[in-house]
């Protein structure tokens, strides 16, 4: 399965901003991460395929809304109120076999090339 992550780009301090993940197979739950400058990888938020199930890292909690379009294979991030904090690379990745959400980044088995969003004042 490969993964296409878009949507990155330039916004200011609490614009919005939405990216998406297109998939080219199957995938029972996906995640977004990111990466920060000098940061390790860290999680951000997942969904799971069927039944839409979501679970969120405190720190986007209420300011991001991940969603899936399954006619479209293609999972979205819909991100409010950025903050500088919010810079990164941000990637997508996808679970080929359970439903089980997960925010450490071994348990996924397909990941995408990564979109820079970039922050600022």
């Known amino acids: 399965v490969q993964l296409q992550a878009s949507g990155g780009g330039l916004v200011q301090v609490g614009d919005s901003l939405r990216l998406s993940c297109a998939a080219s197979g199957r995938t029972y739950a996906m995640g977004w991460f990111r990466q920060a400058p000098g940061k390790e990888r860290e999680f951000v938020a997942a969904?799971?395929?069927?039944?839409?199930?979501?679970y969120y890292a405190d720190s986007v909690k209420g300011r991001f809304t991940i969603s899936r379009d399954s006619a479209k294979n293609t999972m979205y991030l819909q991100m409010s109120s950025l903050k500088l904090e919010d810079t990164a690379v941000y990637y997508c990745?996808?679970?080929?076999?359970?439903?089980?959400?997960?925010?450490?980044?071994?348990?996924?088995?397909?990941w995408g090339q990564g979109t820079l969003v970039t922050v600022s004042s």
């Open positions: 990745a996808g679970r080929g076999s359970t439903w089980t959400l997960a925010e450490e980044a071994h348990k996924y088995d397909y």
């Open positions: 969904i799971a395929w069927s039944g839409g199930r979501t």
